[in-house]
């Protein structure tokens, strides 16, 4: 009980910190934690092949971009640590209305992961208004498929430290975000304009942080909004006066106007930092 208390109270300042709909948020969490969710009832293609100790679902519904949201490269390096760590499966639920566009994502990406197709009634997502949210659409569930927390670790990296930490069996605690090391940045720009150019074209784009406080940068991790976005930087501190670059690459999947994300989470008081570039691959 204690341990899922500070579960609860971890998940709580984590989402509080990040969206303004603080009260209905807190609800939300409270209400799930600890509740049964049965695939079995609404996905019969799923088979059990072993016990898992813990058991991740993701439901994919059909808004906006799906291969933004799902940034399927962030998932496959986070089976490959949970794969070292301990018997964990991961199930992405699929709206009906996306099931040829994901068969086409996951091939290309050369990711088999289990994969359950909902009714076209799509009875699931109305069984379980929580995944009517966009930030609790991720769950992860304890070996008897009860909910122990919420959110995606492949768009947060505090919730993924979570998951870990809970999946491993480590002690649980919150910490005071006040008495952190943090530092101040300086930008040379947030936000690039790429133009047009041939989709078939690589495109770069570089962004640079000054560490303009006295104590050093640390870059903890950095998440794009879509797998043709990556990004290259060190992952060395930098001290009092230093600079690092982040070094964006955009390959275009296929002709579109776009926007891009990249969401980058530091020690300093404004993070996460968002950058953006955007353009017309033609």
């Known amino acids: 009980m204690k341990k899922i208390l500070w579960i609860l109270l971890i998940l709580l300042s984590l989402f509080s910190c990040n969206l303004s709909r603080t009260d209905e948020v807190k609800r939300s969490i409270k209400d799930w934690m600890g509740k049964e969710i049965t695939l079995s009832s609404v996905c019969d293609t799923l088979t059990m092949k072993r016990e898992y100790s813990h058991t991740i679902i993701s439901y994919i519904d059909s808004l906006g971009c799906i291969s933004c949201k799902l940034q399927l490269n962030n998932w496959k390096k986070f089976e490959d640590v949970l794969d070292s760590l301990a018997n964990v ?5 699929v709206h009906p209305f996306v099931k040829k566009e994901i068969g086409y994502l996951f091939k290309s990406y050369h990711y088999s992961p289990d994969l359950c197709f909902v009714d076209s009634a799509n009875s699931f997502e109305r069984n379980i208004s929580l995944f009517q949210k966009s930030e609790f659409q991720t769950l992860l569930l304890d070996r008897n498929n009860r909910i122990v927390a919420i959110g995606n670790p492949v768009h947060n ?23 952190s090391v943090r530092t101040i940045i300086d930008m040379d720009r947030t936000s690039v304009a790429l133009g047009n150019f041939s989709w078939r074209e690589e495109q770069k784009a570089v962004f640079t942080l000054q560490n303009t406080g006295n104590k050093p940068l640390v870059i903890q991790d950095v998440s794009t909004s879509c797998g043709c976005t990556t990004v290259a930087y060190s992952k060395e501190p930098v001290l009092p006066g230093g600079e690092i670059p982040l070094e964006v690459v955009y390959k275009a999947e296929h002709p579109e106007h776009f926007n891009k994300t990249i969401t980058v989470y530091c020690n300093v008081e404004t993070s996460p930092l968002i950058l953006k570039i955007s353009g017309n691959a033609e």
Not at 89 to 93: E, H, L, Q, W, Y
Not at 157 to 179: F, R, S
Request: net charge positive; proline share 4%; with cysteine.
């Open 89 to 93: 499966r991961i199930v992405f639920i």
């Open 157 to 179: 990296p505090k919730i993924k430290d979570l998951y870990l930490k809970i999946i491993q069996g480590k002690k649980m605690e919150c910490t005071d975000e006040n008495k």
